[in-house]
């Protein structure tokens, strides 16, 4: 199917523990993003990355890594989670603008126990 | 930095217009965006405008810009239950390539 998958669409985890999330594009899109969900603060950017092993620092990275090896797979690492982190993570690809924005994967509710 | 401001919750009634409002402070921003998100999804795009302009119009959506005041605005005509959704403005940030959104105002449509 075409667009973004996300994996896993929802996950238990304990404090500590480190958690990777994955995503999915088919687009061949270039930009990717992790964002993050929370209620009253919409959505906040965490990572991008603008090409295969180029990444850069979004508005809330600490606690979080990123990797992209191929154009099509973009990780998110909760390095050791903590209870702040429980939130829904959301994956996009920027399509061509002005017309596409963004493709959203279906997201991953994260609950840190 | 960028900040989009919403109001968080509105409610209508089955057949009236909605009207959902936005500010924005990035007087740069080249496009403003509504976006849609269902109960479960992703945000899925609506509509967008170019800075350039005052208003455009898709069937059932009318958006307005006011680029003086940066206040965005996304009028919903003829509103439907399926149209209960959160909706998300955001600007295009030029500098940092990515969308900068606002916290999303829950629609609720009464029947």
């Known amino acids: 199917d075409a667009g973004i998958t996300q994996s896993p669409r929802h996950k238990v985890t304990e404090t500590g523990t480190p958690v990777t999330l994955r995503c999915h594009q088919t687009?061949?899109?270039?930009?990717m993003y992790w964002y993050r969900q929370d209620p009253g603060h919409g959505l906040r950017l965490i990572h991008y990355s603008y090409g295969v092993k180029d990444t850069d620092k979004g508005e809330v990275s600490d606690g979080y890594s990123v990797s992209r090896s191929k154009t099509e797979d973009f990780l998110l690492t909760l390095e050791s989670a903590t209870s702040s982190q429980t939130s829904v993570y959301f994956c996009?690809?920027?399509?061509?603008?002005?017309?596409?924005?963004?493709?959203f994967g279906s997201g991953t509710r994260l609950t840190v126990v | 930095g960028e900040d989009v401001e919403q109001s968080l919750f509105l409610s209508v009634r089955e057949g009236d217009s909605s009207v959902i409002n936005c500010t924005y402070t990035d007087s740069s921003s080249t496009y403003l965006y509504w976006y849609k998100q269902e109960p479960g999804a992703g945000l899925q795009l609506l509509t967008y405008?170019?800075?350039?302009?005052d208003m455009k119009q898709d069937q059932r959506l009318t958006v307005l810009l006011n680029k003086k005041d940066k206040h965005l605005s996304l009028r919903i005509a003829d509103t439907q239950t399926g149209d209960s959704a959160i909706y998300f403005c955001a600007e295009w940030d030029n500098y940092g390539q990515n969308f900068v959104f606002g916290p999303g105002t829950r629609l609720s449509v009464l029947p």
């Open positions: 996009a690809s920027q399509g061509r603008l002005p017309s596409y924005g963004y493709t």
């Open positions: 687009e061949n899109h270039r930009y």
């Open positions: 405008i170019f800075s350039n302009m």
